[in-house]
């Protein structure tokens, strides 16, 4: 027994030696040098957030309101399939949520139709560029009735021969509101706001430039926004040579030469006279009236020969008159 | 004032910069691993308020006790994204067979031949084939979810405890 102690004393110190280096792991068994994967898919789990585009186009209207407007979003430059339709009634902002990504956020693609449901106003388009996500408050887009258009040819009635550069001018009142003139064709286009639809006194006086009366009729917007007129000038080709013109205003046409006769009217300078007879101080002869439904009717009386020039159809321009 | 101009171009700049980019948010199980993406370490998770651009990036994790992982992702425009990565862990696994004269091989490429072994492996499924002489006489799959001890017998299911 003494003897087994004996020699567990002496393996005591290398047993310890042993423990000290190799630790418990000489007990438990080798260990695998490498870690062993298989390769597994770890779990992911991702999540987008996304954001939304909160749309404001303030409005302003200039006169007159439309009852609705149809809104159209467009982007990234198709106009053919619109991200979003609102109809609504003609609001003060309009208003639109997007989803994100779906504008063009590099260039101004993205386009907002203004369309009125109303055929005094025309559709209008707002091209904006996009933002990612987030508030996008664009430039205040005014709103105005369409423009009222006239358009039409200028002639002399005398033959029916077009008239380049008869003067055209349209006026509320006595206010030239816009003007222009026909262009070599006699051809004449010419429009203002539309706010005038409604006017009462608005009229085309044309051929302001020319030596004749100038034409001057009423226009009634009511039913369209757009009007043709064919502008006769001068004298009709029943009015008869030797023809003569009033070379100043308030020119008195009388039913007889003798002083004293009484006065028909009064004519505007440029009125034509188709002279008949003539006295050493007077001519007899027809002018031309208008009656309500356009008809022309021919009235005589007499006329002070000092207040009559002869008319020349060379040239019917004023300014280049001698 | 031409100071001015470029003071507010600066500021419009960094804030067209801001806005273009996705807010990014990383979770991790477990906690507290660092995150590393594309190659740069942004701390340790978990991670909120970045940045990050629209585009391909690669995330990298590493943390002791746990499978590696590698994740390539094509980052959308979008307001803000959440990534939550669950690491798979590396259990210690003692293997032990009282046969004589086998190899192992685990997932065809690991061999021992040795009685007892301990490995570290990553959870879920190894594939263990066993070779005696050359020849395989035996195929088992290993299912690893926990720290545990596997003993083989022979043509046996694999026991563990």
């Known amino acids: 027994m003494v003897r087994i102690l004996n020699i567990l004393k002496k393996l005591l110190p290398g047993f310890l030696l042993m423990i000290i280096f190799y630790g418990c792991s000489s007990f438990k068994g080798p260990i695998y040098p490498e870690i062993i994967y298989n390769n597994r898919q770890p779990l992911i789990s991702v999540t987008y957030e996304y954001g939304e585009i909160k749309l404001i186009l303030p409005l302003k209207y200039d006169g007159a309101v439309p009852d609705n407007i149809l809104f159209k979003i467009f982007a990234q430059g198709d106009t053919l399939h619109p991200i979003l339709s609102i109809l609504q009634e003609a609001p003060k902002e309009f208003l639109a949520y997007l989803p994100q990504g779906v504008l063009d956020i590099q260039n101004n693609t993205n386009i907002i139709k203004i369309i009125p449901q109303d055929t005094n106003f025309d559709p209008l388009t707002v091209r904006f560029k996009g933002i990612r996500f987030g508030r996008l408050t664009l430039p205040r887009k005014t709103i105005t009735m369409g423009q009222l258009v006239i358009s039409g040819t200028t002639y002399l009635n005398k033959n029916d021969s077009l008239i380049g550069g008869a003067s055209i001018s349209l006026q509320s009142y006595d206010n030239k509101i816009n003007t222009t003139s026909s262009n070599q064709s006699g051809y004449f286009q010419i429009a203002i706001p539309g706010e005038y639809k409604y006017a009462e006194h608005l009229r085309i006086v044309a051929g302001e430039n020319l030596i004749f009366k100038p034409f001057i009729q009423k226009l009634d917007f009511t039913q369209s926004r757009k009007l043709k007129l064919k502008i006769g000038l001068g004298p009709s080709g029943s009015m008869k040579e030797p023809l003569y013109m009033t070379n100043k205003n308030n020119v008195h046409f009388r039913n007889g030469p003798e002083i004293g006769s009484k006065t028909l009217f009064l004519l505007k300078e440029g009125e034509v006279v188709s002279v008949d007879k003539v006295t050493p101080g007077e001519y007899f002869g027809f002018i031309e009236v208008a009656l309500d439904d356009k008809k022309l009717v021919q009235l005589d009386g007499w006329v002070n020969r000092t207040d009559l020039r002869l008319v020349t159809f060379r040239n019917i321009y004023k300014n280049l008159i001698e | ?161």
């Open chain 2, 1 to 161: 004032m031409s100071d001015f101009y470029k003071f507010l171009s600066l500021i419009l700049f960094g804030i067209t910069i801001v806005f273009s980019q996705v807010k990014l948010d990383v979770s991790t199980i477990p906690k507290r691993v660092d995150i590393y993406l594309d190659g740069v370490n942004l701390g340790r998770s978990p991670i909120s308020n970045e940045r990050i651009k629209p585009g391909l990036h690669k995330f990298e994790i590493k943390k002791k006790g746990f499978a590696p992982l590698t994740y390539d992702l094509l980052v959308n425009p979008a307001q803000a994204i959440k990534l939550d990565f669950f690491l798979n862990p590396i259990y210690k696994i003692k293997f032990k067979t009282e046969e004589k004269g086998l190899v192992f091989e685990l997932n065809g490429e690991h061999r021992w031949d040795v009685s007892f072994i301990r490995l570290d492996l990553e959870a879920g499924d190894h594939f263990l084939r066993v070779f005696k002489i050359g020849e395989i006489i035996d195929e088992q799959t290993i299912r690893v979810d926990e720290p545990k001890r596997f003993n083989y017998y022979l043509k046996k299911p694999l026991t563990s405890r």
